[in-house]
C-alpha cells in the first residue's frame, strides 16, 4: 500500500506555488511545444497552429469547468472535468476550421497533432493530481491504493498517470514510422478511452462513463478515416511551410508517400 503525504508547495514570500498548478502549467508547456514542432514538421504554419491551439485549450478549459457544475451541481466546488474538457476543446477545434475554410482532412490533420502530445501533456497534468490528490476513488486495500487519513482508498490520479507512462511511450514508438492522418487521433480515443470507462468503476460517484464510451466512439471513427485515407500527412522536407499570411484552406496531398 502507498503512503501518503501531503500536497508539496513552494513558498515565496506571499506566494505559494503548489505542484498541482507548476505541473500544469509544465503540462501546457510541453504539450505546446510538441505541438508545434510536429505543426512545423508537416508543413503548417507555427503561427496558425499557435492560434488554433490556443482556440482549443481555451474552450477546453471552459468545457471542463462547465461540466463539473452541470455533473455535480451549483454546491460543488470550483474544479474540472475532464471529459467536458475533451468535448469543448474538441467542438472548438471544429468550429475554428469550419470558419477557416479547412476541409476535412486538414481538420483532421490539425486534430491528429494534438492528439499526439496529449498523453505526455495528460501524463504530467495527472502527476499533479496524483500530488494534490484531488481523485480519490473508492476505498480499498489494494497494493496500488493510498493511506489516506480517513482510510486507504484508490487514487485515480496515481492510476491513470501510471497508465499514461505507457501510452506516452507507445506514441513515439509509433511515430518511428509515417502514419496516416487521423491516426493517434483514433488510437487515443480508444485506448484512453477505454481506460477511462474502466477508471470510472472505482470511482465514488456512479454514472461517469458516458465521457469514455464518447472517446471510444469517436476514437473507432476516426481509425476508420485513417484507415480509408492511408496517405501519411507531408513532412516539412516535401511540403514546405506556407507563410502565416496564407489562405488557411490547402487541397490534399497526392497519394504520394514522401521520402
Known amino acids: 500500500m502507498i503512503p501518503y503525504f501531503p500536497q508539496p508547495a513552494l513558498t515565496l514570500g506571499p506566494v505559494q506555488i503548489h505542484a498541482f498548478g507548476a ?3 509544465l503540462a501546457v508547456v ?3 511545444r510538441v505541438i508545434m514542432i510536429r505543426a512545423h514538421r508537416q508543413g503548417i504554419p ?10 482549443v485549450y481555451a474552450s477546453a478549459m471552459v468545457g471542463a469547468v462547465v461540466s463539473k457544475f452541470i455533473m455535480d451541481g451549483p454546491q460543488s466546488s470550483l474544479g474540472v472535468r475532464s471529459a467536458g474538457g475533451i468535448a469543448g476543446g474538441f467542438v472548438a477545434a471544429m468550429v475554428w476550421c469550419r470558419h477557416r475554410g479547412l476541409s476535412l482532412y486538414e481538420s483532421v490533420r490539425r486534430l491528429d497533432i494534438v492528439a499526439y502530445a496529449m498523453p505526455l501533456a495528460w501524463m504530467i497534468g495527472r502527476l499533479g493530481c496524483t500530488l494534490a490528490h484531488d481523485h480519490r476513488g473508492l476505498a ?3 497494493w496500488i491504493a493510498v493511506k489516506f487519513p480517513e482510510g486507504p482508498r484508490y487514487d485515480l490520479g496515481l492510476i491513470e498517470f501510471l497508465y499514461l507512462i505507457p501510452l506516452t511511450l507507445l506514441f513515439k514508438i509509433l511515430d518511428r514510422r509515417p502514419r496516416p492522418v487521423g491516426f493517434f487521433l483514433g488510437l487515443y480515443g480508444i485506448l484512453y478511452g477505454g481506460f477511462r470507462v474502466w477508471l470510472d468503476t472505482l470511482h465514488i460517484q456512479p454514472n461517469r462513463f458516458i465521457g469514455g464510451c464518447v472517446a471510444v466512439f469517436f476514437g473507432v471513427l476516426f481509425s476508420l478515416y485513417a484507415w480509408r485515407n492511408p496517405t501519411p500527412p507531408p513532412s516539412s522536407r516535401s511540403s514546405p511551410a506556407l ?3 496564407a489562405p488557411d484552406s490547402s487541397a490534399r496531398p497526392s497519394s504520394t508517400t514522401p521520402p
Open 23 to 25: 505541473l500544469a502549467a
Open 243 to 245: 507563410p502565416s499570411s
Open 30 to 32: 510541453l504539450g505546446g
Open 46 to 55: 507555427v503561427e496558425q497552429m499557435f492560434r488554433f491551439s490556443f482556440w
Open 140 to 142: 480499498s486495500t489494494s
